[in-house]
């Protein structure tokens, strides 16, 4: 689930899309280096880099949409989920100290299973906690020639009054040596036993040197969600970690 809560973002600015912006490629911040660009379904371009000023296996993620880049997120080696901004307006939500059981992306691969509840606080005064499960399922798969393995995800999200803000169920891709998570094929509760279905899977790898290395403009589904801007604001996809008011990947 650690790619959970960014895409939420995505989903919550359907009625604002507008003309496809320009395409073109981007540069990351001073000090930092992007390292994989991955086109995924659900019309999002994800840049993915490491700063030399963070710790080490601190990585980043940018979400880009038609209209530019809307989300950024920071996991650590463990794929914790450390901050992430939504932009647009900005709004910068961090992970709270001391976390009661937090993820861990080496128990994941030692054990097959990783439970995790944690807490997360925004700069404009929201406070959450999560609480869910990651799993590997066996399955192994293979897109745009990298090697994955799925994992099944379930996670819920309640303020500090236990009222569930946001749930979500499905499937997840990951990389060992990257260390990463990416979005899959899963189900976001709607609340009344309803459950709608949502898939944000990678499609294309683009690597340094490669074409569509550092793309800005997503290629796969933007039709379909163009046509889908009128859907409830509540709407949010599975691959996308907790943010607040709006994602829970794991990261991606």
Same mark, same amino acid.
């Given at each position: 689930?650690?790619?959970?809560?960014?895409?939420?973002?995505?989903?919550? /600015?359907?009625?604002?899309?507008?003309?496809?912006?320009?395409?073109?490629?981007?540069?990351?911040?001073?000090?930092?280096?992007? =390292?994989?660009?991955?086109?995924?379904?659900?019309?999002?371009?994800?840049?993915?880099?490491?700063?030399?000023?963070? !710790?080490?296996?601190?990585?980043? +993620?940018?979400?880009?949409?038609?209209?530019?880049?809307?989300? +950024?997120?920071?996991? *650590?080696?463990?794929?914790?989920?450390?901050?992430?901004? *939504?932009? *647009?307006? @900005?709004?910068?939500?961090?992970?709270?100290? *001391?976390?009661?059981?937090?993820?861990? #992306?080496?128990?994941?691969?030692?054990? %097959?299973?990783?439970? =995790?509840?944690?807490?997360?606080?925004? $700069?404009?005064?929201?406070?959450?906690?999560?609480?869910?499960?990651?799993?590997? @399922?066996?399955?192994?798969?293979?897109?745009?020639?990298? !090697?994955?393995?799925?994992?099944? =995800?379930? #996670?819920?999200?309640?303020?500090?009054?236990?009222?569930?803000?946001?749930?979500? +169920? %499905?499937?997840?891709?990951?990389?060992?040596?990257?260390?990463?998570?990416?979005? %899959?094929?899963?189900?976001? $509760?709607?609340?009344?036993?309803?459950?709608?279905?949502?898939?944000?899977?990678?499609?294309?790898? /683009? #690597?340094?040197?490669?074409?569509?290395?550092?793309?800005?403009?997503?290629?796969?589904?933007?039709? !379909?969600?163009?046509?889908?801007?009128?859907?409830?604001?509540?709407?949010?996809? /599975?691959?996308? +970690?907790?943010?607040?008011?709006?994602?829970?990947?794991?990261?991606?």
């Amino acid at each position: 689930m650690r790619t959970g809560l960014a895409l939420s973002a995505a989903i919550l /600015a359907l009625p604002a899309l507008a003309a496809p912006a320009l395409s073109g490629t981007w540069t990351a911040p001073e000090g930092c280096e992007v =390292f994989l660009t991955v086109q995924s379904r659900g019309c999002r371009v994800s840049n993915h880099y490491t700063c030399t000023a963070d !710790a080490a296996g601190d990585q980043w +993620r940018a979400d880009f949409d038609q209209e530019g880049i809307y989300f +950024r997120s920071r996991i *650590n080696s463990e794929t914790e989920w450390i901050e992430s901004f *939504n932009l *647009n307006p @900005t709004v910068r939500q961090t992970l709270d100290a *001391n976390p009661e059981d937090p993820a861990s #992306f080496s128990e994941l691969l030692a054990t %097959g299973l990783d439970t =995790f509840v944690f807490e997360l606080s925004s $700069d404009d005064g929201s406070h959450t906690k999560v609480n869910g499960f990651d799993r590997l @399922t066996g399955r192994k798969v293979t897109i745009d020639g990298v !090697a994955l393995e799925e994992t099944e =995800f379930d #996670f819920t999200e309640t303020d500090d009054f236990g009222i569930v803000l946001r749930r979500a +169920r %499905g499937h997840e891709y990951i990389s060992r040596d990257m260390r990463l998570f990416f979005a %899959g094929p899963g189900q976001t $509760d709607l609340g009344d036993g309803q459950w709608l279905p949502i898939d944000g899977s990678p499609v294309d790898f /683009a #690597f340094p040197g490669e074409k569509g290395f550092a793309a800005t403009q997503p290629l796969y589904d933007c039709d !379909a969600l163009t046509a889908s801007a009128e859907l409830p604001m509540s709407v949010w996809p /599975a691959s996308a +970690r907790p943010v607040s008011a709006p994602q829970v990947s794991h990261g991606n």
